[in-house]
């Protein structure tokens, strides 16, 4: 049984001890402990392999259980409950959510605020999909100023920009910034495969960027879509799009990052010298975003990273509360799926880092 490392102060990550009695499980107040059918892959797993996920390594380190989203029952409640029911949850519960690492597991040790009863429609396997990504998307929309809605403080330009929209996080952004009312929401994507995904989510206008000869030439048709710049731009790509994207950010924009997709490898199970070479002059490249100039064109660059959210607990719960509201309203819907069994994780890992991947990769542990 695994657990995640904000609850260092029950067990030492990325194991959990629980004590047994009677065939009960002593279960921590304010925990359960959930038998996880499902769980997805994110592309932090593949940097947590590589060792170069900040938080795995200042938190966890070796060894680590990888992993943020679970979905399964609940197996085991917490103390204080003489009707086996914490804040809600009962013994047998189908839920989901998130975990701090450890998720790659068929028994974990979870907070109960860090979970949500799955919703009537949406099965177990749909629901391991969702938590990481949408929370990741709710927030860069938090920070991009439009969520929560706000009618009297917004802005007049209300375009989106939304990078690698077919991924989990892009799929999610364009139906949040739909249902927040921004337009138009432009999506890029790497294959022409792709673009039917995105237009089926909501998208206004979709870009296949291996249509186009250069970038350059893709950003001049971002102009022509666009002419006045964008109010948010959310990037995970990294050093091959970051300066771009702010220069097309209009005044008062903001440029939301959450990855760093292309200063990484794709496709290599182990990083080999060279590889480490290329990262460093990577990073070399990096954009340089200067105070006093961001303060004339008026725009702002905002960065995160949900996994340092251990102390948040009441905003993710907030953010957890929306999107169950809007799944079970039936305003969003859960990513394109490809399922992978346990033993095949490899080729799970494989799959999202060839970059052909559309929506989010579930693996399925087997547990009844």
């Known amino acids: 049984m695994t657990v995640g490392y904000n609850l260092r102060n029950v067990s030492l990550p990325p194991f959990a001890v629980v004590p047994y009695s009677n065939d009960n499980a002593a279960v921590p107040s304010g925990c359960l402990i959930v038998r996880n059918q499902y769980f997805s892959v994110n592309y932090a797993d593949c940097t947590i392999r590589w060792g170069l996920y900040e938080s795995a390594k200042q938190y966890v380190g070796y060894p680590i259980v990888p992993g943020f989203d679970v979905a399964g029952i609940v197996e085991s409640v917490g103390e204080n409950s003489n009707d086996e029911t914490v804040i809600g949850f009962r013994k047998g519960d189908?839920?989901?959510?998130?975990?701090?690492?450890?998720?790659?597991?068929?028994?974990?040790?979870?907070?109960?605020?860090?979970?949500?009863?799955?919703?009537?429609?949406?099965?177990?396997?749909?629901?391991?999909?969702?938590?990481?990504?949408?929370?990741?998307?709710?927030?860069?929309?938090?920070?991009?100023?439009?969520?929560?809605?706000?009618?009297?403080?917004?802005?007049?330009?209300?375009?989106?920009?939304?990078?690698?929209?077919?991924?989990?996080?892009?799929?999610?952004?364009?139906?949040?910034?739909?249902?927040?009312?921004?337009?138009?929401?432009?999506?890029?994507?790497?294959?022409?495969?792709?673009?039917?995904?995105?237009?089926?989510?909501?998208?206004?206008?979709?870009?296949?960027?291996?249509?186009?000869?250069?970038?350059?030439?893709?950003?001049?048709?971002?102009?022509?879509?666009?002419?006045?710049?964008?109010?948010?731009?959310?990037?995970?790509?990294?050093?091959?799009?970051?300066?771009?994207?702010y220069e097309h950010l209009s005044p008062t924009g903001r440029l939301v990052i959450y990855g760093f997709h292309s200063n990484l490898p794709l496709g290599r199970d182990m990083l080999s010298p060279l590889e480490w070479i290329r990262m460093a002059f990577r990073q070399s490249c990096m954009p340089r975003f200067d105070p006093m100039q961001m303060t004339v064109s008026n725009k702002s660059v905002l960065a995160f990273n949900l996994s340092f959210f251990a102390e948040e607990k009441q905003l993710v719960s907030s953010l957890l509360d929306q999107i169950v509201q809007w799944l079970m309203a039936g305003q969003l819907r859960c990513p394109t799926i490809t399922e992978i069994s346990m033993d095949n994780i490899a080729s799970a890992h494989d799959y999202l880092q060839s970059g052909k991947s559309i929506g989010k990769i579930v693996v399925r542990t087997g547990v009844d």
């Open 94 to 245: 189908r839920v989901f959510g998130c975990t701090l690492f450890g998720a790659y597991s068929d028994r974990i040790l979870i907070p109960t605020l860090q979970l949500r009863k799955i919703p009537d429609g949406i099965s177990t396997r749909e629901a391991a999909a969702i938590p990481a990504v949408s929370l990741t998307a709710l927030y860069a929309l938090f920070l991009a100023g439009v969520y929560p809605v706000e009618p009297k403080l917004q802005y007049s330009n209300r375009s989106a920009l939304i990078h690698s929209a077919a991924g989990g996080v892009g799929s999610m952004l364009v139906q949040m910034a739909k249902l927040l009312g921004m337009s138009p929401v432009v999506g890029i994507v790497g294959s022409s495969t792709k673009i039917a995904a995105v237009k089926e989510l909501g998208c206004d206008v979709v870009m296949d960027r291996s249509a186009y000869g250069n970038d350059a030439t893709m950003w001049n048709a971002l102009e022509e879509a666009v002419p006045n710049g964008f109010a948010a731009i959310f990037d995970a790509n990294g050093v091959s799009t970051l300066q771009k994207s």
